[in-house]
């Protein structure tokens, strides 16, 4: 082993493979790649291995696994949960995609897109609109996140309740197994049944059992008319009572059904002095719905008309052009940012059944004022898919672990995932043992073990070994 902890020759091999720009080794240089966006993770890059091709992510790993040496899958670095950071040895290897970053082909009959991994999410976006076409992942990273990160957390978004998850829109993945091997199944098919949905076990797996190299995406027609609304109601219910009356009148256009406290909104104010277009309220609503048809306005006005005269309703807003419904979306994307200025909060990205939303909300509120006295909970989230951010904004003095724990147990009490959409990374590693069933875990474990038995990608994430 050289200083560096590290095989003698690793470094010039690897830089061998790699071609001119294809390696990062000193130490300024592979200092960004070594801490997640939240800062919450710092670590250390022994290199930063740059291929510009599937051929070399291949041989990259090949190597690394000749010579025992650790790799850390990386996008656009923009996880919340750690899962893209090495750890602070510095001896694991940061395998950036960033160079992988070309659009292949878009198909708009086919409803396809062929992208590879280093695609910045919004370039895939634009590349379908290009075609008049969508893919509609989105979220308030999509700006920097790569395709092969939102495919390795499955990322979630706004509008998965129209959409589904990032699972719902991959028809086809090229993957670079633990070994080197490289596996296509680029094929470009919405039904598939020969054999085995291996790549399944890829998305979602945050880098811990191969390397996403390309993927082909589902796209969707572009519905031609969007309304978006914001509407301020007295309490959870009332909310629930208007997404379930959406169902009924709007049908699957509702394409975002968004919850924000009023917390929310005084940290907008307070940190990105932007204030909503609603007098304050306990909480408001953000609905988008989405047709080809005409008559979409009339449809929205008609089911918010009917929730204000309901009661459950107070006021609303409508976006009258794209740029007010922009303007709309960016208090809901810039909440994590103003969250960040206020200083320390503890982060949880949970799902329980829709209809026990109110209830969770109640006992975890109940569970802080008596667990953590002096925490302030910051909520908001994708309440159509039961999915809420209840963070919680804390002082020194209060236990991180402790508060997510706490968190947790109430989770639990009503059959909920302590990870929605953000995945385990590093950050719910201990909580993912401690709630997942047994079987679950060591099922998790035998999958591990078949797919990386050297245990060298991304290890200590989702899973302790
Ligand atoms: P990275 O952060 O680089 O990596 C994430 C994980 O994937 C790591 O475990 C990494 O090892 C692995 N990985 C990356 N690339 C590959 C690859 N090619 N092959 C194998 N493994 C790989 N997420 C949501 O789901 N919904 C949201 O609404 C949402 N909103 C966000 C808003 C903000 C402001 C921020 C900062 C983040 C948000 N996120 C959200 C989280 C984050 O953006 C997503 O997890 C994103 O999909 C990660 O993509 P990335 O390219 O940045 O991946």
């Not at 002096?374 to 002082?395: C, I």
């Amino acid at each position: 082993m050289s200083a560096t902890g590290l095989p003698p020759d690793f470094l010039s091999r690897l830089d061998g493979l790699l071609g001119p720009g294809g390696l990062l080794t000193d130490e300024a240089d592979c200092a960004p790649y070594g801490i997640d966006w939240r800062r919450l993770f710092p670590g250390r890059a022994a290199a930063v291995a740059r291929p510009s091709s599937t051929g070399q992510v291949a041989s990259v790993v090949g190597l690394c696994r000749e010579a025992g040496v650790a790799l850390v899958p990386q996008g656009g670095h923009t996880g919340l949960a750690g899962g893209a950071t090495p750890d602070a040895s510095g001896r694991q290897v940061v395998l950036s995609l960033a160079r992988m970053n070309a659009v292949r082909a878009v198909d708009p009959v086919g409803l396809t897109m062929e992208v590879e991994a280093g695609c910045v999410v919004q370039a895939a976006q634009a590349a379908a609109e290009a075609a008049g076409r969508l893919f509609p992942v989105s979220y308030g990273a999509e700006g920097s996140a790569m395709v092969g990160g939102m495919i390795a957390t499955n990322a979630g978004g706004i509008n998965v309740l129209r959409y589904g998850m990032t699972r719902s829109l991959v028809l086809g993945l090229e993957v670079v197994l633990a070994d080197g091997g490289v596996v296509d199944g680029l094929r470009a098919l919405r039904k598939d049944n020969a054999g085995y949905d291996w790549k399944q076990l890829f998305i979602g797996s945050e880098g811990t059992l191969g390397i996403v190299t390309a993927a082909v995406l589902r796209l969707v027609p572009r519905p031609r008319y969007t309304e978006t609304a914001l509407l301020a109601v007295p309490d959870p219910e009332a909310a629930l009572r208007i997404l379930a009356a959406a169902q009924d009148s709007l049908g699957d256009t509702i394409q975002a059904f968004e919850l924000i406290s009023r917390c929310a909104f005084d940290l907008l104010e307070r940190y990105a002095g932007l204030s909503g277009p609603l007098p304050p309220s306990p909480w408001c609503i953000l609905l988008e719905a989405g047709s080809s048809l005409s008559g979409l306005r009339d449809a929205v006005e008609a089911t918010l008309g009917e929730a204000l005269e309901r009661g459950d309703a107070v006021d609303g807003v409508f976006a009258e052009s794209k740029a007010q419904a922009a303007g709309l979306w960016s208090l809901r994307e810039r909440i994590t940012e103003c969250e960040a200025h206020q200083g320390k909060s503890v982060k949880h990205d949970v799902s329980v059944p829709i209809p026990a939303i109110p209830a969770f909300l109640e006992a975890a509120d109940r569970a802080l004022a008596e667990g953590a006295p002096g925490t302030v909970p910051n909520v908001f989230g994708h309440m159509g898919d039961g999915n809420l951010h209840y963070n919680v904004l804390v002082g020194p003095e209060h236990d991180s672990a402790a508060i997510n724990r706490l968190v947790h147990d109430v989770v639990d009490r009503f059959a909920g995932s302590i990870s929605a959409e953000h995945g385990i990374g590093q950050y719910r590693v201990d909580e993912l043992a401690r709630r997942r069933r047994p079987e679950e875990m060591a099922l998790a474990q035998r999958l591990k073990r078949a797919l990386d038995p050297d245990g060298l990608l991304n290890p200590g994430k989702v899973l302790r070994v």
